[in-house]
């Protein structure tokens, strides 16, 4: 069975940094593309981010472009997403996701497989 488990999440000062971990099991993961994505109370989920399965491609959404990096361990079956220079606004649960496909990665159809997520809170 499938599954993606998210960890990482927690309180942070405005500024701070925070990784999140996303760790999959019970296929071959290794050869999908891994999204992250984030939701906050009465939003749309939004795209954060998205890194191809060999790790040479990655795609961010405008909001976080140049603040938040993924990354992927292939061995470790893991995709990581390290955010710097944290807001109140990006306080959210942020989800994994992986998908088979190769169409438009910010796009939540695109994805088959998703996490429970992990609240990421930004104190002002």
């Known amino acids: 069975q499938a599954q993606l488990v998210e960890s990482g999440g927690g309180l942070v000062q405005a500024g701070g940094s925070l990784r999140l971990s996303c760790a999959a099991s019970?296929?071959?993961?290794?050869?999908?593309?891994m999204g992250w994505f984030r939701q906050s109370p009465g939003k749309e989920r939004e795209f954060v981010a998205a890194i191809s399965w060999s790790g040479s491609i990655t795609r961010y959404g405008d909001s976080v472009k140049g603040r938040f990096t993924i990354s992927r361990d292939n061995a470790k079956i893991s995709v990581y997403l390290q955010m710097n220079g944290l807001k109140p606004a990006d306080t959210a649960v942020y989800f994994c996701?992986?998908?088979?496909?190769?169409?438009?990665?910010?796009?939540?159809?695109?994805?088959?497989?998703w996490g429970q997520g992990t609240q990421v809170t930004v104190s002002s």
């Open positions: 019970g296929r071959t993961f290794s050869s999908y593309v």
């Open positions: 996701a992986a998908s088979s496909r190769s169409s438009d990665w910010a796009m939540e159809l695109t994805y088959d497989y």
